[in-house]
Structures are given as C-alpha cells and as structure tokens.
C-alpha cells in the first residue's frame, strides 16, 4: 500500500465517522462550528467572548484540540463555557474519530452550538470533516496579508473567516483590502469579519452571524 | 498495516533521506539550518535580514517550502539569497526527500550556509531530520506567551528560539519571562533570543549565533 492509497484510506474512515456524527448532531438540534487557525490566531479568545456574549439561555460547549495541555478547555470553562480537552498526544489536527470519543466521553450533548476548537494548524485540519455546520478559520493581522494564498485549503473551504487582531494594524504590516481580496478569490462565497477582541470591533458582526445560522438551523416545527 | 506502523516507515524512510544528505553537505563544508515556525511569525523576513548583514565573500541559499504561491523564495532573491521554492502541493511539512530534491534540480551546493524555510506549521516539521545541523524555532510575540508548553516538540528539539515580533510587546499581551521559562523547562540547552526585524533588536546576536556555528563548522585544515 502506497502514501496515496494510505492517505485515500485515513480519509475514508473519517468521512466514515463525521457522516455517523451528523445524525447525532441533528437529533440534539446543535449547531457544529470548526475552528481553525495557526497557534495564536485567537480561537480560544473568540470562544470566551463568545460565551460571554451569549444569553444564559444558549447552551453552549466545546471540544479543544491541543498537542499537549489543558489549558484552554479550562480558559473556556473559566469564561462559563463547558469544555473538553482532547490532547492529540501528537497529531497535527483533529480527527471525526477525536470528536466521537469526546462525545462518548462526556455529556456535553445536548447543546445549541457545539464549537470543535482545532489544534493549531492552518494546514493539517483543512481536510477534515468533523460533521460540522461550518468550518471558521481566523487568520491574525500579525500573521501576514500574504496567507490565504500560501495556506489556500482552509480559506476556500471555510465559510467564514475572522481578521484577528485588528487593533494591531498599524503596529504590524498588513494591508487588510489585500487579504479580503485573496480570500475572496479562493471563496467568493465566504463571510469575511474583521475583528479584535481587544477593542471588540467586529463581535457584534459576529454573533449576529451565529444567531442567523442557529435560526437556519432550527428544525420546521419551530418556526410553523 | 496500520496506521502505527505506516507512520514507522515513513519516518524510517525520512531518516534513511536524511542520512544520505549529511556527507553531501559535510563534503561542500555546507552549516545546514532548518528554520520552523507557525505561518507568520517571521521566517523569511529573519533570512532577508540575515541576506543583508552577511559580507558578499559568504555564499548563502535556501530552499523554501510552501504549500503554494513562489512568493518567499522571491522575497529571498531580491534580498540578495539564492533560493528555490518547493512547492509541496498539499504537504504540511517537508521531508528530507523534498530537500533531495531540490538539491538535485539546481546548482545552489557548495555553500556555506544553506538555510531550509520549512512550511509554517509549528506541529508537523518537528519530527522530520532533515539532515540539518541545528533547527531555529520562531516564536512571534503575538501568538500568545502559552505556546511553548502547547507545542513542545518543536521547542524541545530546536536549539536555537527566536522569539520574534518583540516592538508587539506592549500592543500584544504576551510575558517574555513566562514564554523563556517554559522553553527552558523543554530545552535547557537551548539558546533563545528575542528579537525585532523592526527595530533590528536581537539581530546582531543572532548573527553572532551563526557566525560561531560556521566557525566550529570548519573543517580541521583550515584552522591548522
């Protein structure tokens, strides 16, 4: 068996277990969020304001991806959204058979929003299907107005993207006009947010976005 | 076969490329540095800034991997290095193999320093010898002081750290005692310096860093 007929398998069994975790999904109601951003991009910090931003009547929950640690399923717990840590030991990404176990481990199920908070990686988790609604990718101002091209996977697969840190144009060389345009070009469809946690600039945008996908998601019998 | 053992072989054959690599280099008299980060945080604009302060009597290159786009191997050119661009298609690292390659396809050996431009991906490019003397991690101020303990094999084999960004200390929280303590807990070997390519800060010892390593590089004739 070569790379490619290996690689052909891997992917097979994960579609395999995100098509089983899309029922699973459905019958509790809960809207699947990936999110996706190299290490330091601001997944973990847009999850907190999130909660915090969330009414009291929204169930919230996450599954973290990290190489090693727990730290930021206890940032999210401590901002009042419950959490598990799946520590990948080494993989690169997340895989639907990481998010089943953690499913199965935990009673995090029934919720509203599930996010799926991916190790941080702009490459490896671009392939993954994890039963998600959608995939987010946060690409930070300091990172560079050159990525979405150098990183295309993610950024044609996501439906949303953050501009992070925005308060740091300015300080850090980043043409924001740029990076819209190279996104737009990988996925004319997607919503592009700029944003700062720091100053809250884009958040409202933000929610606003999540409240529409969650009444999109509610089933008919709610709405006739 | 699974996955266990697929993994075995695919780093075996990695090891076997790699080994192959180092008397190729040792016979140039080739320093071999192998250059990892997240996306962003400052690979190539360290390798422009090391272009520019080298004298013109040392012949430096690198080959440069990226998922896409041919951007980085021309910054490198217009800054005076001869580089090539591996451009590994969906591959989230490059393996000693690309590096063989590359090698082959050009004329870049003999040189006295050939620097590898990995993928930006702190997680994947860890594990792979790529027949290098020493790997450089980067670390960029704005991806958060947590990252260390979050992504440790990188840190734990490097051995050299460049915290990167340092003029962002300030606009970004981030605690440079918190983030060199942990890398020291990794790697207490490890040289780390922070750095600004913005205000030059750091940069004179990291030179000095590279300018030591070629001279214990010297073959035993020429400091006879």
Redesign the interface.
Known sequence: ?D?VE?RRR?MAANDAAAAALRPRFASSGTLVVDVVS???AGKTSLLEATARRAPDSLRLGAVVG????E??ADRLRAAGMPAHQIVTG?A?HLDARFVTDALDATDLLPLDVLFIEN??????PA?YDLGEDFKVALL?V???D??P?????IFARASVTLIT?I??LG??PFDLGKAIQQIETLNPEARIIPTSIATGAGMETWWELLESELEAKRPAHATS
């Not at 990290?66 to 640690?69: E, P």
């Open positions: 068996m790379r290996f891997i190299s290490p330091g990290d190489i090693a640690t730290l930021d080494g690169c190790v941080g990686n702009l490459v490896c392939s930070s300091a990172e560079g050159d990525k091209f150098k990183y295309p996977a840190k308060d740091l300080a850090a």
